[in-house]
């Protein structure tokens, strides 16, 4: 879907090209359950939503406009299955069902602790994770490797024309990481170790 489809407000969206290639990272099914941590605007938990239509997803954020916005655009597509959850993960996450598919749009430097929840849930979730700073990027390699399990990592980063007098500029925006884990990531990784599978 075009950005200028959604209701954006000024919290941060995850963009157009970006939210593409990480949902294809994720192998949504029709009845995937999903959480989207750090949803913002909502633009990725409503493409998830309208995709898993027998499923459901959880777009969970803690700050009260993101999650009006997250309610606005739900309306606007009709995206029956999805619940807002207002609140700061991992915390927030403790009550709901069990996942098979996560996106990490954002942690609040709480990534290890909520992939530790992710997967004490559930195994077998696969994650996408969205990185623009290194350090992020960074935590999210190690973590994965203390824990055994490989990961995909891609670099995209998008340039748009913008009209510039009688000339058009490619302006580049910042490039984003997708880290991708799990099983079937298409990364060949081995499960996480957790209290469920050791």
């Not at 879907?1 to 407000?9: L, P, T, V, Y």
């Amino acid at each position: 879907m075009e950005d200028k489809h959604f209701i954006r407000g000024k919290i941060p969206m995850t963009k157009s090209e970006v939210r593409a290639v990480s949902l294809s990272k994720l192998g949504l099914s029709r009845d995937s359950v999903v959480y989207d941590i750090g949803a913002g605007t909502g633009s990725v938990a409503v493409e998830a939503a309208l995709y898993a239509c027998q499923g459901h997803v959880y777009a969970v954020e803690q700050k009260r406009e993101g999650c009006e916005l997250i309610r606005q655009n739900q309306e606007k597509f009709g995206a029956k299955n999805l619940t807002v959850i207002e609140g700061r993960a991992p915390e927030a996450l403790k009550g709901l069902p069990a996942p098979d598919r996560v996106f990490v749009g954002g942690s609040g430097g709480e990534l290890s602790r909520i992939l530790d929840l992710v997967w004490e849930k559930n195994p077998q979730a696969r994650v996408v994770a969205n990185a623009i700073a290194l350090e992020t990027l960074t935590a999210a390699w190690e973590y994965l490797k203390h824990r055994g399990l490989e990961a995909e990592v891609v670099s995209i980063q998008v340039s748009k024309a913008r009209k510039t007098g009688d000339y058009h500029l490619m302006m580049a925006q910042n490039p984003v990481y997708i880290i991708t884990a799990g099983p079937k990531a298409g990364c060949g990784g081995k499960l996480p170790v957790s209290p469920g599978n050791r």
